[in-house]
């Protein structure tokens, strides 16, 4: 067991300096003072962290651990990310999927590399499907995939994306049925998260999966919804979803910052879809780690994990939120919406100890996953982010 002693906790409400008595992976308790409690368990290892932040480790749902396809040419095929990459960032756990490339990017190569990042450490899931309907599966099915590989939370799907039209409504209903059918067989989340292009209609097609079959609008996650407005419809209609109940996700890298002019800022994404009335629960963040980005000199480079952190700081600095208001977005939110708030997404006792410190810096400088220290900055070199 480990008892850390006194960091300023955010759960993500901020309960002050706190101890944290962690065993078998787990949170035991939290208080003002467990010393009592921990000599009373025996075998304690107790240690006071450096001065910083203790924040639950991040939750990223949409990430590309064997990297973006050929979707745009052989120079955007980019290689599988590492797992230092998460936790560097404070990732602890992470959601892979394919993109719009499924023949040298397949789904037995994703599972395989959710595995290996999963014995590294982190906590791994993956979407089964991908951009193209029919979706592919890994098994017999879709639903068959959710009911027999522990890894599979969902299914990825995209609507108003030119490559992947997707006109046959039927097909798509198809999908969410299956997945209405699974979460009640297997429990889990079953998610149905869409890739939204930028074609003029939008988020039609799941307005219309809810209104024609009933689709619970929980249970769908529509991403890339900062979408410049010029361009696409969709960051209004993700504002009219999200006020029906469903949640919508920014995706970190679609903006000027990273290349891709024809995306909101998401930092300033989230602000406008407080101010236009989104409940703030209803909103999260992700990476799109693993894809090609332009460089800047006409080539590619990959999107590191580590921008959702990036994005995260700047909520509290350039956004003006507070740690709790924009730690929401990239933990309880997430946890939320993947099914899986009774262990990850905060830090409360029964969680899994999944913790990262933030130094004075505004740098990660620690991460644990489940009870282990995956990180330290005092002894690793980290990836540098823009
Ligand atoms: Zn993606």
Redesign the pocket.
Known sequence: MRLLRGSHVFAPAELGAQDILIGGGRILTVGADLSAAAALAGLVRVETLPPGRLIPGLIDQ?V?FIG?GEGDGPDARMPELGFEAFVSAGITTAVG?L?SEIEAKTLPLLLRKAHELDRAGLTTFIYTGAMALPAPFLTQSVRSDIMLVDKVIGAKSAIAERAFPNLDFAAFATLAGSLVQAKAMSGKASVLHL?VGRLANGLAPLFDLVEKIDFPPSQAVP?HVNRAPDVSPVFEQGVRFAKAGGTIDF?CCLGPRDGLPAGVDPVEAVLRALEAGVPAERITLSS?AG?AVPDGRGGFRAVSPAILFRDLLRLTTEGGLNWPQALAFVTVNVARVLGLSDRKGAIAPGMDADLALVGADGRVVWTMAAGRVVFDARTITRETVH
Do not use: R
């Open positions: 949409h590309h973006g999927l993109g890739h991403t995706t799109d894809v």
